[in-house]
């Protein structure tokens, strides 16, 4: 009258997943560059014009600078960064 327990299907085991932990950087994606930043950005590019770079390689190191620090490097990491 009573039927039987009908046994799980067995699962297969999987090696567990180690989760590593996210490094979080303090970033400032916020698009917008504060005073400071834009006052030291203009001192590095009078010093590149007074180096003697052409205004289309000034226009390009700007912008490749302006990209950088945006996502919070200083001016001194940014430089380096692009000069790799």
Do not use: W
């Given at each position: 009258?009573?039927?039987q327990?009908v046994?799980?299907?067995?699962?297969?085991?999987?090696?567990?997943?180690?989760?590593?932990?996210?490094?979080?950087?303090?970033?400032?994606?916020?698009?917008?560059?504060?005073?400071?930043q834009?006052?030291?950005?203009?001192?590095?590019?009078?010093?590149?014009?007074?180096?003697?770079?052409?205004?289309?390689?000034?226009?390009?190191?700007?912008?490749?600078?302006?990209?950088?620090?945006?996502?919070?490097?200083?001016?001194?990491?940014?430089?380096?960064?692009?000069?790799?």
């Amino acid at each position: 009258m009573y039927s039987q327990p009908v046994p799980a299907p067995e699962k297969k085991e999987e090696p567990e997943k180690k989760e590593e932990p996210k490094k979080e950087k303090p970033k400032k994606s916020t698009g917008k560059m504060s005073d400071k930043q834009k006052a030291d950005l203009n001192k590095h590019m009078e010093k590149l014009k007074k180096g003697g770079m052409s205004g289309t390689e000034l226009k390009s190191h700007r912008m490749k600078m302006m990209g950088r620090m945006r996502k919070g490097m200083t001016v001194g990491k940014a430089h380096k960064d692009i000069s790799k």
